[in-house]
């Protein structure tokens, strides 16, 4: 099927002239700098937070494109991934009009978007081993559906979708299909029954999407800070693309979305990919040693595979058991009430000592 991305932009969008800021019309680094109405001297601190930041984040995406094997022009970064999940849906869906699909049980936020955007949802469930009905997912396309959002490995379920599923979607499909990959660190080998410690960490480059970008100009991977870099606080998502699809990102974004601060720790964050692969290994330790832990309790029925840094375990009775945790400042998150997690709790590994913790009480619980 053939894409247009004109045809799947807001007409509006595809006109739209954006705003011109200062650091748009000189890019040179030297100067007399009297464009923008900074104050020159100095910060209140008397630190240099005076002026404002790079608009497109370039010395970023220079150092941010080889760790992806992607192009700078691929990368958009976001104050977190809410705000691509966001600008997508604006830039596509005209309210009331236009329509996207979820696969439900899925993360909460883009519904949560196309709610505020006042723009109707499509939903069709995953299998119930958390799969895409590829089928029924093409059939309830309609002609006002722009876009498809994929989650994998999927929040909450944690397990990573199969390939050949988004291949058929993206291949089926003429708008958009935005693949989420919160969680891709996590996913090294899939279906991979060997044990974390001998991992060959690739930092997710397998598993992800990112490599088949030059193959499907419909495709949008995002990614994030949140989890595996440990910088949930910075408040920074990533999303890749056609350079095309950027282009309209950055048009249609708050011109400095990403504070010089930010920018700042990030660019440093950037020398320290080796640590991140080891968090992500420590992680998967952990993980595999509360998956084995978990399964002699005897409240827990089931605890499904995960490919990401947290465990669905199915219990007896979970809503009674996440009011008994809470009780005990123990905080998991409640998916009892989630389409296909009956009496789910989500887990997130913790560190050991959180995790032992956490073991101890379900133990207690169920001998009561
Ligand atoms: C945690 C998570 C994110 C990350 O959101 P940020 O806004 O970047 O912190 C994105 N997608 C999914 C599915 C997540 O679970």
């Not at 010395?59 to 494109?65: C, F, N, Q």
């Not at 996440?322 to 389409?339: C, H, Y």
């Amino acid at each position: 099927m053939t894409f247009d991305l004109a045809s799947i932009l807001r007409p509006h969008i595809l006109n739209l002239v954006p705003y011109s800021s200062a650091r748009d019309e000189y890019t040179g680094k030297e100067g007399v700098f009297l464009d923008a109405n900074e104050n020159p001297y100095q910060s209140v601190n008397g630190q240099q937070w005076n002026r404002y930041p790079d608009p497109y984040q370039w010395a970023i995406k220079e150092k941010l494109a080889p760790i992806k094997r992607v192009r700078p022009s691929q990368i958009f970064l976001g104050n977190g991934s809410d705000e691509p999940i966001d600008l997508l849906v604006r830039a596509t869906c005209t309210p009331r009009e236009d329509n996207i699909l979820i696969m439900p049980p899925t993360y909460g936020m883009y519904q949560v978007s196309a709610d505020i955007n006042d723009v109707p949802i499509v939903k069709v469930p995953l299998t119930p081993d958390f799969q895409i009905d590829t089928e029924k997912v093409l059939a309830a396309v309609t002609p006002n559906t722009k876009i498809i959002w994929i989650c994998s490995p999927n929040n909450p379920s944690g397990n990573l979708v199969k390939r050949e599923a988004i291949l058929t979607i993206l291949t089926n499909f003429s708008g958009l299909v935005v693949v989420d990959e919160a969680y891709i660190d996590f996913a090294e080998l899939p279906e991979s029954s060997e044990p974390p410690e001998s991992l060959e960490l690739s930092g997710g480059l397998t598993a992800s999407f990112t490599n088949e970008l030059d193959n499907y100009p419909n495709l949008i991977v995002l990614q994030t800070f949140s989890k595996a870099w440990g910088l949930a606080s910075l408040r920074l998502g990533m999303c890749f693309a056609s350079e095309e699809i950027i282009k309209v990102l950055n048009k249609i974004k708050p011109p400095y979305n990403l504070s010089g601060a930010t920018q700042a720790i990030l660019l440093e964050a950037l020398d320290f990919v080796e640590a991140k692969n080891q968090l992500v290994k420590d992680i998967l330790v952990e993980r595999q040693r509360l998956a084995q832990e978990l399964v002699v309790i005897p409240t827990v029925k089931h605890i499904y595979p995960s490919d990401a840094n947290f465990l669905l375990v199915k219990f007896e009775k979970a809503k009674q058991l996440f009011d008994d945790l809470i009780e005990q400042k123990i905080i998991v998150r409640d998916r009892s009430k989630v389409t296909l997690c009956e009496d789910c709790l989500r887990i997130t590994v913790g560190t050991s000592e959180e995790n032992n913790v956490l073991l101890e009480a379900l133990k207690k619980l169920s001998e009561q």
